[in-house]
């Protein structure tokens, strides 16, 4: 463990923590980029309100959590004031105010998917689309990550160092039995509480419940505004590690993590997995929805991909601890 104090090695990790920054320069989610997409979702809102007078259209997802890149999806979730009457006839009703126009729009109506959907694909503006109804998790979710990247500045040069990484690796895709997108940056954002003494970033949920225990319509306020609440943003960690010390700390972490265990960053902390619970039981990793208490990892429960990406995080260690350098592992 001496190599690793060295002075060297010191500069070597302050070199890792420049390319981090300069890859999440080059390639994070712009405000003109933002604006974008900003656009469009209002063009479709004035559309569906021709129908529904009292929707809201929200951008969510990456898109919209802080943890945006140049490639990210955009996701839509209507959302409305008060009761509706949500199911697969309000999303033929919808999907039909595009259907009029194919020569722009491209549809298809998912009804089976766990959150049926509307796929939506404007070929005049090049923009793609999920549509969801109601899908409050979705929502509350994106608030919740996009309050955790404005509580670090290290957070989301991390994550997206990080989410590159498991794209290269081959290690995300949940159609493939493998890590949600979301999942990904759930494991950097706990490694960040729990992985790190002191912690890098706090459980925001526990520590300032009722920014997070708002009413529907205040988180929808406060996910489209350009801040976040003023509590979390004046958070200062006690951690000083550099982003070079933090990203080889995350692969070390989970290189040694005990898998059995339930990860949570609404507490900060991991805990014994439920013995009653098959949605606990069956999948190979852990890892509790912050909003609706599910597995966000429920996906990983084939013995073959569980392997493949635990092999993954050790074998990114082996590399940064051989040449502390982003191009070991991108």
Same mark, same amino acid.
């Given at each position: ?12 990790? $302050? ?8 890859? !999440? ?22 559309? %569906?309100?021709?129908? +529904? ?17 140049? $490639? ?7 959302? !409305?004031?008060?009761? /509706? ?50 899908? &409050? ?27 590159? &990484? ?16 979301? /999942?990904?940056?759930?494991? %950097?954002? $706990? +490694? ?17 419940? /009722? %920014? ?22 004046? !958070? ?10 933090? %990203? ?5 972490? +989970?290189?040694?993590?005990? &898998? ?19 949605? &606990? ?19 990983? +429960? ?10 993954? !995080? ?17």
């Amino acid at each position: 463990m001496a190599s690793f104090n060295s002075s060297s090695r010191n500069d070597q990790y $302050h070199q890792l923590g420049a390319q981090i920054r300069q890859k !999440f320069q080059d390639n994070r989610q712009t405000s003109e980029v933002f604006d974008r997409k900003n656009r469009w979702r209002k063009e479709i809102e004035d559309l %569906v309100k021709t129908v +529904y007078p009292s929707c809201r259209l929200v951008l969510s997802g990456s898109s919209a959590n802080g943890f945006g890149s140049i $490639h990210s999806d955009i996701d839509l979730v209507l959302c !409305f004031e008060g009761v /509706a009457v949500t199911g697969p006839s309000m999303l033929r009703r919808i999907e039909s105010l595009f259907t009029s126009n194919r020569r722009r729009f491209q549809t298809e109506v998912i009804p089976s998917a766990r959150v049926p959907i509307i796929k939506l694909k404007d070929r005049e503006r090049s923009f793609e689309t999920d549509i969801s109804v109601e899908n &409050w998790t979705s929502v509350k979710n994106a608030f919740v990550l996009k309050c955790y990247s404005e509580c670090d500045p290290r957070v989301k040069p991390l994550v997206m160092a990080i989410k590159l &990484w498991a794209q290269r690796a081959g290690i995300t895709d949940a159609k493939l039995k493998r890590l949600a997108g979301f /999942a990904v940056v759930l494991l %950097v954002i $706990h +490694y960040l509480q729990a992985g790190c003494t002191p912690s890098v970033v706090p459980a925001l949920q526990q520590m300032f419940p /009722a %920014v997070f225990q708002a009413s529907n319509s205040i988180i929808i306020d406060k996910l489209t505004s350009d801040d976040v609440p003023a509590q979390i943003r004046a !958070f200062s960690s006690g951690n000083k590690q550099s982003l070079g010390e933090l %990203v080889v700390g995350f692969f070390q972490y +989970y290189s040694t993590f005990n &898998w059995s265990r339930t990860m949570s960053i609404r507490s900060g902390n991991t805990r014994p997995t439920s013995t009653y619970d098959k949605i &606990w039981q069956r999948p190979c990793i852990r890892l509790e929805d912050p909003s609706d208490g599910g597995n966000v990892a429920r996906s990983v +429960y084939d013995s073959y991909e569980f392997s493949r990406i635990k092999s993954a !995080f050790s074998s990114a260690l082996s590399r940064l601890r051989r040449n502390p350098s982003l191009e070991e592992i991108l």
